[in-house]
């Protein structure tokens, strides 16, 4: 059973470049999110979907932040132009929507570094 | 909207050492409790949960956690730690309902001494 993919697990960049992290949560999942991880501030949500549509962009830092998801089987969110300040660990991660009882799935993460 | 404290930032023990991590959480609603952990360079991963039932939760790799209402408290513990539990562990919560998004604590680093 395939677990959340993201990709790229490493991607380094100079700032202004577009970045574009991918994501396929597990099959079924009608839930989806985008967190980032810093060691500043810790873990944030920046987005979640359901069923394809964007629910809750509030924790999106700013307009240089883009996600979608196209489909329910893959997801991207876009940085552009990137920043130094930029550089974290973005998570996605996925859950089913009628389990109550199921937590959410964690991809292994992307680490970007803005140059 | 509801917070997360994880009290301790880093916790040093050493192996055989009995383990204590506490999170609090603000919220006066139904809640989903959870303990992730994060080893180095790795993604996170479910240790435990709490949904409803038996306030007494176990997990993996002897790991336990005890949901207390009254003092919106949900600590981690372990009775013997190894030096492969050396990670970072998460405390989250989640609001019963639909939205279901998770708040994270801001970590307790644990580094255990072989």
């Known amino acids: 059973d395939a677990g959340v993919i993201q990709s790229p697990r490493h991607e380094v960049t100079e700032m202004g470049q577009e970045v574009t992290l991918r994501c396929k949560p597990i099959?079924?999942?009608?839930?989806l999110f985008w967190y980032r991880q810093t060691m500043m501030r810790g873990l944030e949500l920046l987005i979640y979907?359901?069923?394809?549509?964007?629910?809750?962009d509030s924790g999106m830092p700013e307009d240089r932040f883009s996600a979608k998801m196209p489909n329910a089987s893959f997801s991207t969110l876009k940085i552009q132009p990137s920043e130094p300040r930029d550089s974290a660990v973005y998570f996605c991660?996925?859950?089913?929507?009628?389990?109550?009882?199921?937590?959410?799935?964690f991809g292994d993460g992307t680490r970007l570094s803005i140059l | 909207a509801q917070s997360v404290s994880q009290h301790n930032h880093h916790v040093i023990l050493s192996e055989a050492a009995s383990l204590e991590l506490g999170c609090n959480y603000s919220?006066?609603?139904?809640?989903?409790l959870f303990w992730y952990v994060q080893y180095p360079g790795q993604h996170l991963q479910l240790l435990l949960k709490y949904f409803s039932g038996d306030p007494l939760v176990k997990g993996i790799k002897g790991f336990e956690a005890e949901f207390i209402k009254s003092k919106f408290s949900f600590n981690l513990r372990k009775p013997s730690v190894q030096w492969s539990d050396t990670a970072e562990y998460f405390c989250a919560v989640e609001l019963s309902g639909s939205a279901r998004q998770l708040t994270f604590g801001s970590g307790t680093q644990l580094t255990v001494l072989p």
């Open positions: 099959s079924g999942h009608d839930y």
């Open positions: 919220y006066g609603g139904t809640v989903n």
């Open positions: 979907f359901n069923n394809n549509v964007p629910i809750d």
């Open positions: 991660a996925s859950r089913p929507q009628g389990a109550s009882d199921q937590p959410q799935h």
